[in-house]
């Protein structure tokens, strides 16, 4: 039982990073990739080299920390 719901965990981590990785694809076919969905801004390249699917750059990414 546990260990059934660590491998359902697992798989929920997996669908979101396989939406993640959907997005950024979009953006890419959308000649949008690299730029910040929320303030269309060029996301730091040290940033995309560490995370290829981060749709927000960092000021916008820790806005959205900040408010969770
Ligand atoms: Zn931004």
């Known amino acids: 039982m546990q260990q ?3 491998a359902q965990a ?3 981590r997996l669908v979101m990073q396989r939406r993640r990785a959907q997005a950024a694809l979009d953006r890419v076919d959308r000649s ?3 730029l910040c969905c929320d303030c269309g801004m060029e996301i730091g390249l040290d940033r995309l080299l560490s995370d290829p699917a981060a749709p927000f ?3 916008c990414q820790e806005e959205r920390d900040a408010a969770r």
């Open 10 to 12: 697992a798989v929920q």
């Open 32 to 34: 949008v990739y690299g």
């Open 57 to 59: 750059c960092r000021d």
């Open 4 to 6: 059934q719901a660590m």
